[in-house]
């Protein structure tokens, strides 16, 4: 099951900002249950939300924002989303320029795709992780039961897998884990590693036509055209150098101090769940060179993310559900969409300790960020000017919707190798290890 990233930027009518916060108010009231989107109806959703993208500048418009990260296609989610909420969607789009009542032109015209796109659980699907999270409870209910009548005291690992195994296969509440194999195996091994292994082979096969052709040409030849290629690259990279450098020399890094208002208001709608999220939104820094630079950096975090980042750490930050960038305002503006476990304190600590030199490469490029090196040293590494940053440019979410506020990436990845080693062989040490995941799901 792939999981896709859905995002709508569309012009709020400057007359209708207030009826728009009223109505994302009703929403952020009982997000679940709610008269105008009724998010725990919709069965394809992980994680979604309303923001209006406001700025003190004239030079942008005010904005709203929806983005979610979903299941099946896009075209079967916005038809899910027309489906469960359409009567409520057209309040909240009335309110937006343009909006003629057909969602599927108009989010097609506003709809702003990913430059990097992270997942934390690769190939979950939310059927799947919910289904995965109840089997964890049932078998932790069904060993506790047995515990207390002494019934395992005498069995060694394999004999009490054997015996979860067999009350699960006798309650059809959990077929699914006996059919269901998710992403198992070879299967999950060249999903997740396909783009590497392609990749790979035609380096080798590039490099093979290369020798081939090098045997055949006079020694010298050769010589001259490699030479002539390495002294091109080297120029090439020399010069880009100096110019990175000659304008971080002239980067203005100035960080005003955070509205106190404005952190306590942000600060009050988080830590109500395992989960948080943040919206951040900056000024990209002027000149065509940044921007080509940052759609490059972007372009290696999301192939990366892909064949690389893809077992539940991006850059050994292992909190992460999902995470995006995009571009809006004409490449102007970047906008980082995040949803995390954990508080924020410790998710930009992660940032600090384990990932400085991917996110100083994306944000080097935006303006007030803490001077940098070569694009990707010092930045996010200077701790507290990261974070007075960070706060600056975060913005609020006005409507936060998960659909599992109980789960974080570690409980999501480990109720997975739960189901998908409940009934493979084991020695007694790896039923062993089996055993002791049942209690961190």
């Not at 997000?31 to 069965?43: A, H, M, P, T």
């Not at 924002?65 to 075209?75: A, P």
């Not at 108009?106 to 659980?121: E, N, R």
């Not at 971080?248 to 600060?267: A, Q």
């Amino acid at each position: 099951m792939k999981q896709h990233a859905f995002a709508v930027i569309a012009p709020v009518i400057p007359g209708k900002l207030e009826e728009l916060r009223s109505l994302l108010n009703v929403i952020h009231g009982d997000v679940e249950k709610n008269s105008l989107v009724r998010f725990c109806d919709l069965g394809t959703i992980h994680f979604a939300r309303f923001v209006i993208i406001e700025t003190q500048k004239e030079t942008y418009p005010v904005q709203l924002s929806f983005s979610s990260n979903h299941d099946e296609s896009e075209e079967e989610h916005i038809s899910e989303l027309i489906r469960v909420a359409g009567e409520g969607l057209k309040k909240i789009y009335s309110c937006c320029e343009g909006f003629d009542g057909d969602f599927k032109a108009y989010f097609l015209k506003y709809k702003v795709p990913a430059k990097a796109y992270y997942i934390g659980h690769r190939g979950r699907g939310l059927a799947q992780i919910r289904d995965e999270s109840r089997l964890q409870k049932a078998i932790v209910d069904f060993l506790d039961s047995e515990n207390r009548n002494g019934s395992l005291n005498k069995m060694n690992p394999s004999e009490i897998k054997n015996k979860i195994g067999a009350y699960i296969k006798s309650n059809p509440d959990f077929e699914f884990a006996v059919k269901y194999k998710g992403l198992d195996g070879p299967d999950q091994f060249f999903r997740e590693r396909g783009l590497l292994i392609l990749l790979l082979l035609a380096i080798g096969g590039f490099l093979f036509l290369v020798g081939k052709g090098i045997h055949s040409l006079a020694f010298p030849a050769w010589l001259v055209v490699l030479i002539i290629l390495l002294a091109t690259l080297t120029v090439i990279f020399f010069v880009l150098k100096r110019k990175l450098n000659r304008l971080e020399e002239t980067d203005v890094s100035v960080v005003d101090l955070v509205d106190s208002d404005k952190v306590n208001s942000l600060m009050r709608a988080e830590n109500f769940v395992v989960q948080n999220q943040l919206t951040h939104i900056v000024e990209v820094k002027p000149g065509s060179f940044r921007r080509r630079t940052l759609k490059f950096v972007l372009g290696a975090i999301n192939l990366l993310a892909k064949i690389l980042f893809n077992r539940g750490t991006l850059g050994g930050i292992p909190s992460i559900h999902f995470a995006r960038w995009v571009m809006i305002d004409s490449d102007k503006r970047l906008l980082f969409f995040s949803n995390f476990d954990g508080s924020w304190e410790n998710y930009l600590g992660d940032f600090v300790d384990k990932a400085s030199v991917g996110l100083t490469g994306v944000w080097s490029n935006s303006k007030n960020f803490p001077k940098t090196e070569n694009l990707v040293s010092k930045g996010a590494t200077d701790e507290q000017h990261f974070k007075e940053w960070a706060r600056q440019h975060q913005i609020p979410t006005q409507v936060w919707y998960t659909a599992y506020k109980g789960l974080s990436v570690e409980n999501i990845n480990n109720n997975s190798l739960i189901r998908r080693g409940l009934f493979r062989k084991m020695s007694e040490a790896k039923a062993q290890q089996w055993l002791k995941r049942i209690n961190n799901g």
